[in-house]
T-cell receptor, first 113, second 117 residues
Framework: GDSVTQMEGPVTLSEEAFLTINCTYTATGYPSLFWYVQYPGEGLQLLLKATKADDKGSNKGFEATYRKETTSFHLEKGSVQVSDSAVYFCALSRTSGTYKYIFGTGTRLKVLA | NAGVTQTPKFQVLKTGQSMTLQCAQDMNHNSMYWYRQDPGMGLRLIYYSASEGTTDKGEVPNGYNVSRLNKREFSLRLESAAPSQTSVYFC????????????????FGSGTRLTVV
């Protein structure tokens, strides 16, 4: 069945450092891929998405490119801020059927001033 | 814009007690979902409702029941709580037609933190 694998955290970075959070997926066909962010005490919020191969999703300085050849959707940011401290979830969904999502286990990011 | 509203935000139950978690959305979405979030496990789907009047089991339905009361409301019931049900519960909603067009994603509530002792 479909699955999403994320790098284990926590990831601790200094402010202005470069961020990469790895995500790979297993799925048949062409799922859509997403990154969600969860700030402390809150629900998940959609950060960015990509619906087909080679698409690049971007938002708030974060980027991720849908790589079908490597089945990956790694999240990157060039210069992190303390306010980026949160848990990041990679997810996939299909564009047919019931649109259920498969989530990764989440990666906690802590950014130090 | 309230989005998805969950109540209560926190709850402590004794083993064997029952309770209902409430969820309501004001975006006229057709589909609603209940997830649980556990450390190291990510989010796991408990039940979902693709449209008003339908409900289906997700990945971890045992020990839970749901009711899609109307298009706005989707409740989750624990009939006899167990310590293994200690978790953070999230309700979400989505619009399948929007998914087909542009994959807008889910809208999540802020969660209910449940502890069963």
């Amino acid at each position: 069945g479909d699955s999403v694998t994320q790098m284990e955290g926590p990831v601790t970075l200094s402010e202005e450092a470069f961020l990469t959070i790895n995500c790979t997926y297993t799925a048949t066909g062409y799922p859509s891929l997403f990154w969600y962010v969860q700030y402390p005490g809150e629900g998940l919020q959609l950060l960015l998405k990509a619906t087909k191969a080679d698409d690049k999703g971007s938002n708030k300085g974060f980027e991720a490119t849908y790589r079908k050849e490597t089945t990956s959707f790694h999240l990157e940011k060039g210069s992190v801020q303390v306010s980026d401290s949160a848990v990041y979830f990679c997810a996939l969904s299909r564009t047919s059927g019931t649109y259920k999502y498969i989530f990764g286990t989440g990666t906690r990011l802590k950014v130090l001033a | 814009n309230a989005g998805v509203t969950q109540t209560p935000k926190f709850q402590v139950l004794k083993t064997g007690q029952s309770m209902t978690l409430q969820c309501a959305q004001d975006m006229n979405h057709n589909s609603m979902y209940w997830y649980r979030q556990d450390p190291g496990m990510g989010l796991r789907l408990i039940y979902y409702s693709a449209s008003e009047g339908t409900t289906d089991k997700g990945e971890v339905p045992n020990g839970y029941n749901v009711s899609r009361l109307n298009k706005r409301e989707f409740s989750l019931r624990l009939e006899s709580a167990a310590p293994s049900q200690t978790s953070v519960y999230f309700c979400a909603s989505s619009e399948p037609e929007a998914h087909r067009r542009a994959n807008y994603g889910y809208t999540f509530g802020s969660g209910t933190r449940l502890t069963v002792v």
